[in-house]
């Protein structure tokens, strides 16, 4: 059983940053792609970003496009998400997902383990 631990979430200033990590504990065998979802309060779980099992490929919602950087290090299992020029309208609690297909993909659905979430919130 795969279980999937983020940190890193907290308070920042409109224009911050924040630096998110998650890393499996239990069997982490064959894990591949790894992503971040989000859900703001009163609003469904959205996609955010998501690496490849090699690392070699990574997909980004438009919204948060040349203010995120998803990267993962491989010999330690972890994936991080890097948050700059932060807005009020990033904020939710951003969750880890991770399967063992290496592929990317958006669809929640097609993640198997998933951590429990951190809280981000921006202030303006």
């Known amino acids: 059983q795969v279980r999937l631990v983020e940190s890193g979430g907290g308070l920042v200033q409109a224009g911050g940053s924040l630096r998110l990590s998650c890393a499996p504990s239990?069997?982490?065998?064959?894990?591949?792609?790894m992503g971040w979802f989000r859900q703001a309060p009163g609003k469904e779980r959205e996609f955010v970003a998501a690496?490849?099992?090699?690392?070699?490929?990574?997909d980004y919602e438009d919204s948060v496009k040349g203010r995120f950087s998803i990267s993962r290090d491989n010999a330690k299992n972890t994936v991080y998400l890097q948050m700059n020029t932060l807005k009020p309208e990033d904020t939710a609690v951003y969750s880890c997902?991770?399967?063992?297909?290496?592929?990317?993909?958006?669809?929640?659905?097609?993640?198997?383990?998933w951590g429990q979430g951190t809280r981000v919130t921006v202030s303006s």
């Open positions: 997902a991770a399967d063992n297909s290496p592929l990317v993909t958006r669809r929640s659905s097609l993640y198997r383990y």
């Open positions: 690496i490849a099992g090699s690392g070699q490929s990574a």
């Open positions: 239990g069997l982490t065998f064959n894990i591949g792609v």
